[in-house]
Nanobody
Framework: QVQLVESGGGLVQPGGSLRLSCVAS????????IGWFRQAPGQEREGVSL????????YYKDSVKGRFTISRDSAKNTMYLQMNSLKPEDTAVYYC??????????????????????WGKGTLVTVSS
């Protein structure tokens, strides 16, 4: 019922910034949580940040706290991830994902997660000199 489309990825130098966007179509209320995930080459997919649809509570992987900020604009059906002080280890394909209503979901400090049902196709972020 929900389609997610990411944008905003690109090449940036270490210490630089990027802002990712995720536009949702369909029933915009048809999710319990929405957030950002990433996967580097040869690595497992990990959670980066989530925001609860019910109360707006935000969650972050420890390694991005203080550098990344998740936000949403309900009127535009858009979610953002502002990424500052980027590091080479942030290089990955970043995905927007959402959990269906009434689903349990989780994002831990090390990026472990579960409960995401809808996924975008991803946008590549490369942090390199």
């Amino acid at each position: 019922q929900v389609q997610l489309v990411e944008s905003g990825g690109g090449l940036v130098q270490p210490g630089g910034s990027l802002r990712l966007s995720c536009v949702a179509s369909g029933l915009t209320s048809d999710y319990a949580a929405i957030g950002w995930f990433r996967q580097a080459p040869g690595q497992e997919r990990e959670g980066v940040s989530l925001i609860s649809s019910s109360d707006g509570t935000t969650y972050y992987k420890d390694s991005v706290k203080g550098r990344f900020t998740i936000s949403r604009d309900s009127a535009k059906n858009t979610m953002y991830l502002q990424m500052n002080s980027l590091k080479p280890e942030d290089t990955a394909v970043y995905y927007c994902a959402a959990a269906k209503p009434s689903r349990s979901w989780y994002l831990g400090p090390r990026g472990d997660f579960y409960g995401m049902d809808y996924w975008g196709k991803g946008t590549l972020v490369t942090v390199s000199s």
